[in-house]
């Protein structure tokens, strides 16, 4: 189970149309590029010196996050302080000298209070200026009375490499700015689901040490640039931590501080993986792409050419590898755009422009749109086997030359299914 950052407070402890993109000037001048003067790079030896000057250079602009929430307890542990309100406590980094901080969405959400305190024991009330609970990010603002706050400059986290060192600073278990090191164990974890929700997930993974309180903090590249946001950990595990890369938050952001949340485009296709035997029996050369498995009605493909049993390969000059390279980069194209999306159709590509709606509901967490969704169909679940399938779409059907058979969409660890070999995305003819 992975769990989310926000800790509890310790007492004993002291789009000009509203599309997701901003425009290019507002995308410039808010945030800082450009490494530190650390005096390493990614290819020099990595000394504790280094680690030292880093965290000297980076902590003045790393915060500590206090929160006062009415209702019910967090699940992650929050305390009662009073009858009726709950302490929280996370961590952000000032991104403009002004006063704007990134933290996470769940780090503020529902809170009434939110107090912020700086290495140098300033301390002020901050106000929510915009938050994506789609992306678990949260862009904070607080009034500087004129005093420019000190900085961090974010970096290319496309650029990441695995094996690459990386540092966390944050406010682990209300122990404020704890410095912690590590390296990037693995990129593009998408199937981690830190509440259960579907959200749009690329993290970074980490051996960092980073602990309940580290959510919204800092993940720094030794060039002392913002390379992630560290947002969850495995709860089973030591050493698994879980970071959104800054070039999602890039994203985001301007439209954030300009409207406050983020409204997305979408396609309108539920999708699936591409398996290896699903490549064979289409005749592709290689498993890519996102399969549709249907159509939205009403929807922005409905309508356009596109059909069940097309393969998506390349949407708006993006090859999609992966099936779920497709939700991220329809949700980001940009409402009432028209896009080119080629798909390979009974072994031939071909190529269909749409245009793209606004996604109903976009500032929560993404829903059926553009993903591969099983929510909308009738499914059966066989205890004994331990495997739940859905009925095919007769469209599918045909284009796999089978009368009839059920998709597999979940298989239980042991179960009885699991050892004979079966997995999501198999097809059970019989």
Do not use: C
């Not at 050369?285 to 998506?312: F, M, W």
């Amino acid at each position: 189970m992975e769990h989310r950052l926000r800790g509890p407070l310790p007492w004993a402890v002291a789009l000009l149309t509203l599309t997701l993109s901003a425009s290019p000037s507002l995308a410039e001048q808010f945030w800082t590029d450009g490494a530190m003067k650390v005096g390493i790079t990614r290819d020099t030896p990595v000394t504790f010196g280094a680690f030292a000057r880093l965290a000297k250079m980076a902590g003045p602009a790393v915060v500590a996050i206090e929160t006062e929430t009415p209702g019910v307890a967090h699940q992650w542990g929050m305390r009662a302080f009073g009858p009726d309100v709950r302490m929280g406590a996370g961590s952000g980094f000032v991104v403009r000298k002004d006063g704007y901080i990134l933290s996470n969405n769940h780090v503020v959400e529902g809170a009434q209070v939110i107090k912020v305190r700086l290495l140098d024991g300033r301390q002020f009330e901050a106000r929510v200026v915009g938050t994506d609970p789609a992306t678990d990010v949260a862009v904070l603002k607080v009034d500087t009375q004129g005093r420019d706050l000190p900085v961090v400059p974010l970096g290319d986290s496309d650029g990441l490499d695995i094996g690459e060192w990386v540092i966390a600073i944050g406010n682990p278990m209300g122990l404020a700015h704890t410095v912690t090191a590590g390296i990037v164990s693995a990129k593009a974890r998408r199937e981690v689901r830190p509440d259960g929700r579907l959200r749009y997930a690329d993290f970074i993974q980490t051996d960092a040490s980073i602990n309940p309180g580290n959510s919204g903090g800092p993940l720094f590249n030794t060039k002392g640039e913002v390379i992630g946001i560290n947002t969850a950990i495995n709860a089973k595990a030591q050493g698994i931590g879980f970071a959104i890369p800054i070039n999602m938050v890039k994203t985001v952001m301007p439209a954030l501080v300009r409207d406050g949340r983020v409204s997305r485009s979408w396609l309108g296709v539920e999708i699936q993986e591409v398996t290896p035997d699903l490549a064979r029996s289409f005749g592709l050369k290689k498993a890519h792409g996102a399969l549709i498995t249907n159509v939205v009605s009403q929807g922005p493909a409905d309508g356009s050419g596109i059909r069940e049993g097309d393969i998506i390969v390349n949407f708006d000059g993006r090859d999609i590898d992966r099936h779920d390279d497709l939700p991220w980069l329809a949700s980001t194209a940009g409402i009432g755009r028209t896009v080119n999306v080629d798909v390979i159709r009974e072994g031939r590509p071909r190529t269909v422009r749409v245009k793209l709606g606004a996604l109903p509901g976009s500032n929560a967490v993404p829903a059926r749109a553009d993903r591969t969704n099983t929510e909308n169909r009738a499914q059966r679940r066989s205890t004994a086997l331990g495997i739940t399938v859905e009925p095919m779409t007769p469209r599918l059907r045909q284009r796999l030359g089978v009368e009839g058979g059920a998709l597999v969409v979940a298989v239980d660890p042991g179960s009885v299914a699991a050892r004979s070999g079966l997995r999501p995305k198999d097809v059970v003819v019989r």
